[in-house]
T-cell receptor, first 114, second 110 residues
Framework: GAVVSQHPSRVICKSGTSVKIECRSL??????MFWYRQFPKQSLMLMAT?????????EQGVEKDKFLINHASLTLSTLTVTSAHPEDSSFYIC??????????FGSGTRLTVV | AQRVTQPEKLLSVFKGAPVELKCNYS??????LFWYVQYSRQRLQLLLR??SRESIKGFTADLNKGETSFHLKKPFAQEEDSAMYYC????????????FGGGTRLMVKP
């Protein structure tokens, strides 16, 4: 079956620094990848949709200059949280969509900004 | 705009009892509906999708377009079914992105 690897699973960073989260589709090509954010005891909220080779589409209220998304290849998308602040602390989950397997999720990244 | 509503945040049943997790949606067009499950400390994984009309781990869900519902059912709950369940919708109108409901935590007591 399809596997999506998300790394790191947990990261702690200082305020003002940037953090990069990687999402890789291991055994399939993902033309589209999605980035979600999940606050405690809440559902997944879509942040942005990234298509390989083109600019990401951000949901309303998501700052594209703060959450930089790069989908450079059919198997890799990265989310960079720039100039992180404590309110950016959250659980970030990526999802990759392939032709055959539909949506497959990464295991998530817990970001803590101190 | 597409929207998914799961009215129950928590559902607690005893082992062997029937389970129904409710899901209602709003979407103009023909959506694709999914149920995802997240077991403790594990990633979100697909449980079933309406177009495949299959039963997974004893769970079934029927798309009712008249009531715009996609309730998840299982006749006899097992303790290992305890998890978070998310109903999700995808449609061409919104670039095929998934919209999730708020999730329902199912607790199956022994």
């Amino acid at each position: 079956g399809a596997v999506v690897s998300q790394h790191p699973s947990r990261v702690i960073c200082k305020s003002g620094t940037s953090v990069k989260i990687e999402c890789r589709s291991l055994d399939f090509q993902a033309t589209t990848m999605f980035w979600y954010r999940q606050f405690p005891k809440q559902s997944l909220m879509l942040m942005a949709t990234s298509n390989e080779g083109s600019k990401a589409t951000y949901e309303q209220g998501v700052e594209k200059d703060k959450f930089l998304i790069n989908h450079a290849s059919l198997t890799l998308s990265t989310l960079t949280v720039t100039s992180a602040h404590p309110e950016d602390s959250s659980f970030y989950i990526c999802s990759a969509r392939g032709q055959r397997y539909g949506y497959t999720f990464g295991s998530g990244t817990r970001l803590t900004v101190v | 705009a597409q929207r998914v509503t799961q009215p129950e945040k928590l559902l607690s049943v005893f082992k062997g009892a029937p389970v129904e997790l409710k899901c209602n949606y709003s979407y103009s067009g023909s959506p694709e509906l999914f149920w995802y499950v997240q077991y403790s400390r594990q990633r979100l994984q697909l449980l079933l999708r309406h177009i495949s009309r299959e039963s997974i781990k004893g769970f079934t869900a029927d798309l009712n377009k008249g009531e715009t519902s996609f309730h998840l059912k299982k006749p006899f709950a097992q303790e290992e079914d305890s998890a978070m369940y998310y109903c999700a919708l995808s449609g061409r109108n919104a670039g095929n992105m998934l919209t999730f409901g708020g999730g329902t935590r199912l607790m199956v007591k022994p």
